[in-house]
Each structure stands twice: as structure tokens, then as C-alpha cells.
């Protein structure tokens, strides 16, 4: 069965630009680059990925091209543009020349919720497709009213909710992240990542079935024709290696029909960003 692993990252460490690598994840301050994850790749046989952006620089995405066109498993990028600017539409005309460039993201959860309904920030998101740009929405559950409004008022746009928005898992919270999910789900333009689990349980002590009821609420919520695989390697090393990982969900669909595994595991990826 092929496989697209639809959220991973790269970069060359740096203190003040990786900030957010805190003492608890001290295992990734050092360069995560191709070359690593194709061999992580060949032991879990994992046919390509999605390469999306650490960093909130146009520097970045211009990174993640360059290392796209010396590496053939990397299918698609994920990049940053600042949609606030004046001069967006311009931009995202220039990375539309890229066909690696699949779409962009903000760290929207280092923001306040209200922050992605601000008139400038809406007007880059409706901008986006026009050039079949996608957008990743990376958020904790606080954001998921303000993401409801968002899809709602962009009901055309193709968005993928990145890491099931990062619900509570080590503290086991699990219904008002649920019934936010459920309601978000309701916009057919919304997918939802299946990634970045195991750094919202317990680094040192989670179990499989602690993400048991967090999988079934977004495969309840979404089905199985919008959901993706992603590992979100290298992060997922701080609680994880990439077969632990990957485990977690080879063991959950492993239930599901052939069809459905294919769709998880590749098409849906390959059918949202358009690989």
C-alpha cells in the first residue's frame, strides 16, 4: 500500500529562530534534512511526503522548494506567505509559478483566536483560491469556534485542520474539543490531519489507547475520505519514534477496509493537495 506522509518538517537549528524547541524537547535542537528522513522512510516504507514550513519566513518556503528540487519524495509544500500584506495577491501569483507549492500556513496558535477574523487576515485567505492555494489551520481547541468562522465564511476554500487541533490529550479533555470538531466537520471543504498526537499525551508514559477516543471522534466526524496521515516528524521524536508513531495508526485503521486504508494513508492526501 502506497503511502504519503502529509506533515513533516526540515531545518537547520537555530536557538533564537526554533524558540519554541523547549528544554522538554531538547531531543530536536540539531538539523533535520532530507537525507535523514528518506532513510526513515525506507525502513517504514513511506513513498513521499508533504514538507510543511517551521518557520513564519518567505525564507522558508524558498528553503523548502530548493530542497524539493533535490529530493523527489517530496511531493508538495506548504509554505508562508503573509496574508496580511498588501501586496498578497502578488505573492501568492509568484508562488503559484512553483508547482511544488501546494499551499501556506500561519502559526495561528501562537495567536489569540480573534486574530484569523481580522479583515486583513480574511482578505489573504479568500485570496488563496483563485491560485488553488490550500491552507493549513494549526490551532489549539481555544481556536476552533474562530476556525468554524472562518470555513464558514470561506465555504470554497480547501483547509486541513493540522494535529486534530491539538485537543488535550495528557489530560485526557476530550468533550468540548469533540463537539467543536463534530461542528467544524460540517463544511465539506475541511480535512483533518490524523498527526502530532503523541506531543499532546504524555512524552514519557502514553499508551495506544489513549488516542483511541480522540481517532474516533475525528473519523466519526470527518469519515474516511477526509482524513490524512501525517507524522509530524521530526517533532513527533520528542514522545515517539517515526515506527511508534506511525503504529499508533497502522493498528487503529488496521480494522478498516483496504479502500479506506488507501484513503488515509495516501489518496485523500494526494486528492487535498493536489500531488
Known sequence: ??????????????????????????????????????????????????????????????????LSQQHAFIKGIVGYVDLRAENVTE???????????????????????????????????????????????????KHLQAAIELVKQNPSQPFVIDHIAKPYIKAGLIDEWKKDINTIAQYQNVYCKISGMVTEADYNNWKQEDFTPYIDAVVEAFGTKRILFGSDWPVCLVAASYEKMKAIVTDYFSKFSLAEQEDFFCNNTTTFYNL
Open 1 to 66: 500500500m502506497k503511502v504519503i506522509d502529509a506533515h513533516q518538517h526540515f531545518w537547520y537549528y537555530e536557538k533564537n529562530k526554533h524558540a519554541w524547541i523547549d528544554d522538554a524537547m531538547a531531543v530536536i535542537r540539531k538539523d533535520f534534512l532530507p537525507e535523514q528522513l528518506a532513510e526513515v522512510y525506507q525502513s517504514n516504507n513511506i513513498d513521499g511526503c508533504v514538507a510543511v514550513k517551521a518557520d513564519q519566513s518567505e525564507n522558508e518556503t524558498n528553503f523548502l522548494i530548493q
Open 91 to 141: 505573492r501568492l501569483a509568484y508562488y503559484q509559478q512553483h508547482k511544488i507549492v501546494k499551499g501556506f500556513r500561519h502559526v495561528l496558535q501562537a495567536q489569540e483566536p480573534e486574530f484569523m477574523l481580522q479583515p486583513n487576515f480574511l482578505r489573504g485567505i479568500a485570496a488563496l483560491k483563485q491560485f488553488n492555494f490550500t491552507y493549513d489551520i494549526l490551532i489549539f481547541p
